[in-house]
């Protein structure tokens, strides 16, 4: 691409015969991302991780060049004062950089930087550029001209994708009659109202993307429901188009749901040929949030599975940049990689903490940990090969059995070769550790309930514990918040006390709605650790 003729230097587009300035020559390993949160997002501005800066303080020059896939390189203006690059409205427009897209920067020495832009459907960005400067400045004069209710809806398909893990229920294609104005809306399927524990004592459901709601009235015609003018209200207001595909979401609360948005020109939004990548396969991320520290289970990105080319079986090795190499079990209909529990504990992996994925070769990935900060993790300070951690039983992603089962075998998976060498050294004689799950131990404490009427009939009347459990509850207040873990969602339950008993309060009926249990189920109910009950649907 030629160069722009823009008076402003650091905003312009410069690319050299080799397809990028020349670099440095310094040993440098270092990566951060910037997720570019609605909080912080600032057009033309990106905001780099307070620890990178001071540690380059001195290094860094006012210019920067940001080498992306395909030759391109953009330059910025580096505010030491702020922390911050700027200058940078015309790379933000071409490549549609809008808040909760995720920026990741490998320094690579003097004034470079690689960078790789994901998109709110967490997988790369497409880096292809087919319009003229002029044409795409044309086109984006208001691209930062964002409603609150567009940024809203950009919060909740990042969520969704990058965030959150199974959390879909109801997935439905929009077509013209759902975007006219008029009285009604078919908006559900009938046969999709049971899986959305929908029912016609219902008269209003409450629609989110993320913060915003709208409440919108319901009415019902021989089984059927049908939205009133709300509906095309926030339509509108959203800049759905047809052709795009609605997924609902429990949100937990009873008659809520949250939604989120694939747009019907996805593919054209992401890296689907893979450019930059020597596989040909887009990247992705995850960040990292309770319900995978708890649960030790993420989903795969939905754009990432189905346009990315990857070929994935039931074991999946993950590299890390220690060297270290994991074996995660996949589940192709559910798309969930599973089995994270001795990674979280030998990582230290907390909340917010981001990992990236570069497909290496069949179900194989090559994985970056990111720090909340954004900072790329620090492998010195995680237990090396002396803690003889092939040796260690982990309690992964627990499988809940009676106490009399003894019947649970364990197999080990034998890796025959390691990733080529991409971003890490993996050396042939390394440790696999493999990811699988394994029983709880005997000693942990469950019992069983057996769901009557007044367990699920939504006026919070939860379940009681046994008496013997008295021990574990005696400490136990109002104020005691448990954590209810079902399938892959986890579920904030408040308690009761009265005297020497003790009950589920505040927040099981969210439970019961959003595990969809019923009447006549039997539950059963593993403490796993402090405050921590995973349950399972025996019946």
Known sequence: MASSSSRNQCRTIMSTKNGKPEVGSEDIDMKFVCPNFASNYIPGVVIWPKDFCLEYVETLPETVFLHLPGGVVWTGTYRKDRFWVEGLEKMMTFYCVKPYNLILFEYIGGPNFNIQIYNEYAVETNYSISLKLDEALGVGRNFFDLSEIVV???????????????????????????????????IFKTKALPRLSMV????????????????????????????????????????LSEGDTLVFAMTGRQQNYEMCVFEKCLLSRCNKSGLGNKTGVMHWFKMLNEQFISTGQMEIP?????????????????????GESYVAGYCPRRHFLSGFRNLIVHYSLEENDVMVFDYVSDSKFV??????????????????????????????????????????????????????????????????????????????????????PSHVDKKCHGAYFPRDWYSVYRNWTKSTTLRLIFENTVYRVHVLRFDNMCRFGKGWTEFTIGSQVAEGDTIELVMTEANTLVVQLLT
């Open 152 to 186: 809203d809806k950009l919060r909740g398909t990042f969520a969704f994708n990058g965030y959150n893990s199974g959390h879909g229920l109801y997935d439905m294609v929009l077509r013209r009659s759902h975007l006219r104005k008029k009285d009604q809306y078919k």
């Open 200 to 239: 016609q004592s219902m008269d209003w459901v409450k629609l989110t993307f993320r913060n915003l709601t709208w409440k919108v009235k319901l009415q019902w015609k021989f089984g059927k429901v049908y939205m009133d003018r709300k509906w095309y209200g926030l339509a509108r207001s959203a800049k």
């Open 302 to 322: 939905r754009a990432f599975v189905k346009h990315g080319g990857a070929v994935l079986s039931e074991d999946v090795t993950l590299i890390f940049g220690d």
């Open 367 to 452: 994985v970056h940990l990111f720090k909340a900060s954004g900072m790329q993790f620090n492998y010195n300070n995680v237990p090396g090969p002396s803690t003889n951690i092939e040796n260690i039983i982990h309690e992964e992603d627990l499988i809940i059995i009676s106490d009399s089962d003894s019947s649970i075998e364990i197999s080990n998976h034998h890796l025959s070769d390691m990733a080529e060498d991409v971003h890490v050294q993996a050396n042939d004689n390394a440790v696999v550790n493999h990811m699988q799950a394994v029983v709880p131990h005997q000693n942990f404490r469950s019992f069983q309930v057996y769901l009557k």
